[in-house]
């Protein structure tokens, strides 16, 4: 999997991003390409092989997720003004060192704002042309196509609620894990997965299973992350501890705190939500305050009612005992992954 | 040609957008599908009507090029920070206003940047999808795919480079006039030609000639439009009057000015292409230098010589004449939009 997008990208530096006049880009993309954890791209193949057996095409059809994945975090990063990704210097900050060193006219911040976006870009063009230079036959690609138009046109769509889900706004906690659905967990999990089994030509009863798991484990993950976003440690999240508090991101565990919170508690978190600049003690109050509500465990209760669904839905599945293992232990890892 | 696009967009708008929380997403979107000229469609038809008959199904393919540059456009505004477009203002700004007027929390600008991107990205993905459901057979669009990818990344690549190329910089002109034709010459003539050619399927001569055609006028009408963009009517362009100066692009009547300018004028010229803020006056004085060097005849001798070019190579190839005389007709009309 890695081999694959490793070599599609050699591919693409030296061809196009050689030419560009910034040899940054080169470099920021190789680093993506490396720090994942490819989870698109596995519950993608995983899809595959619930209706068809190994196959190296799939496999290079599979790990295209990876690239779109980079297009969506290099843009995200972008808009979140997250200046770190994968315990290094977000995309849009190394470009905007990279301009401040060679002391070039403009605005460095600005340029480095550009050149991510437009990495991104090029990354949203490039994972669909690995896609379709993959090898696949074009009877199985042409399953693959409307949903895969459908799904990127989800994942932008949920980005843009998300920009007006800010914690100031005190949104309900439906209507968060709505978002985080949609702008995360459906595209991390089920529609890969649906994608892969679409491509293999999987029934329609396979499909529907799937969709029931996929949206399991997309939720669980998601809500696993607005965990680790606040009482996660940065070794293991790659991000600033407590980095969703300091961005005031309306998760899963901020909007559950709050519901939960008696009147008095309920008024320090607003306090909270609504402030400008926060620093280290304030954070750290705020973790308090989310845990005295009792909201993480609610949370936790929550991850393993949809780590049981999936795992009862699988059960149902007909499905070749390997892969069903293996969707096990992806559920598992997605629902528990270490704080 | 327009019906087809506001059809897509309009289902697009009401599947989609209206469920994004964000209604001004869809006014934006609408109003950039009605304001353009169509260029790239139409080079694209013609592309095809040089190796096949009227196809409402080619029509729709060719339309959806027209999205692929509401993408460019909507990403572009915000990296340039340019505030108008087509004499209203950028979408940035639009979504920045309906931010503010909500008294929603976080950063008016912010937001309006990062939605105007990501309506661009929704358009660059809509783009490929009308392509690809545009009716036309799946043969012809096999040929189509390899050419539009290496298209997209071009344009990405072009803008790319063009954020590197600031007037402060002081380029070559051979350096701009390769970085505009790869940003924008090439994506407005000479690929959509070239695509529509070989969906056509036709031969490669008459794709050769169409490359030669193409890559001439969007020479000229790159140069035209750096003509407009210092010298221009707002009432044509739809920009403020002067707003490449304003902008500091290193257009190439700018970069040519300060090659003709004796060294007392090139040191006026330097002044003014390394000031950080410029007022009206400024725009002037640096209007009536570039005037007094020549540059502006030189650079109309240049777009002269290609629009020659592009004729001469139109009349030599094996084209219907219909097709030729829209094709000299564009030409035209795209070395001497009227200032």
Known sequence: MQAAIDEFIADRCTEHLACAGVDAAADVLRDFAVGGKCLRPTFMYLGWRCGADDDHAALRAAASFELLHAFALLQDDVMDGSTIRRGKPAAHVAFARWHRERELPGSSDRFGESAAVLLGDLCLVWSAQMLRESGVDAKALARVWPRYDEMRTELAIGQFADLVNDAGAFPALDQVLDVSRRKSGNYTVR?????????AGCSSRVLASLGTYGEAVGDAFQMRDDVLGIFGSPTVTGKPAGGDLIERKATSVVVAAYQLADSTVRGQLKELMSRRDLDESDVDRWRGLILATGAVDRIEQMIDSRLKRALERLDAAPLDTAVRAALGSMASACAERAA
């Open 191 to 199: 529609r890969p997965l649906e994608i892969g089994a679409a491509m």
